[in-house]
């Protein structure tokens, strides 16, 4: 079983940045493939990036590509997404996800319980 818990989503303006962290209980983590969703108000869910379990091999969104990085660190069971140049669109409860293939979320067997990321105008 694997927990997982985001931290780091708050209000921010146009053009700013935030770094969320997203960290995993179980000794297993280091063998699970990562991935991080999100979900605005009245919207699907999506896919925003995704890291293999080395960390050498990353995959983002159109939306979200030159702007977001993803990385981790497997000694400290912790996924970073890096969001730079944040838009209003961007505004949604994002998800860290793992064990799950790729963009896929439904495949994705652990969930944490979100953090909100607000991008002021």
């Known amino acids: 079983q694997v927990q997982l818990v985001e931290s780091g989503g708050g209000l921010v303006q146009a053009g700013g940045s935030l770094r969320l962290s997203c960290a995993a209980s179980?000794?297993?983590?280091?063998?699970?493939?990562m991935g991080w969703f999100r979900q605005a108000p009245g919207k699907e869910r999506e896919f925003v990036a995704t890291?293999?379990?080395?960390?050498?091999?990353?995959y983002y969104a159109d939306s979200v590509k030159g702007r977001f990085t993803i990385s981790r660190d497997n000694a400290k069971n912790t996924v970073y997404p890096q969001m730079n140049s944040l838009k209003p669109e961007d505004t949604a409860v994002y998800y860290c996800?793992?064990?799950?293939?790729?963009?896929?979320?439904?495949?994705?067997?652990?969930w944490g319980q979100g953090t909100q990321v607000t991008v002021s105008s």
């Open positions: 179980g000794r297993t983590f280091s063998s699970y493939r």
């Open positions: 996800a793992a064990d799950g293939r790729h963009i896929y979320s439904n495949s994705y067997n652990y």
């Open positions: 890291i293999s379990w080395s960390g050498s091999s990353t």
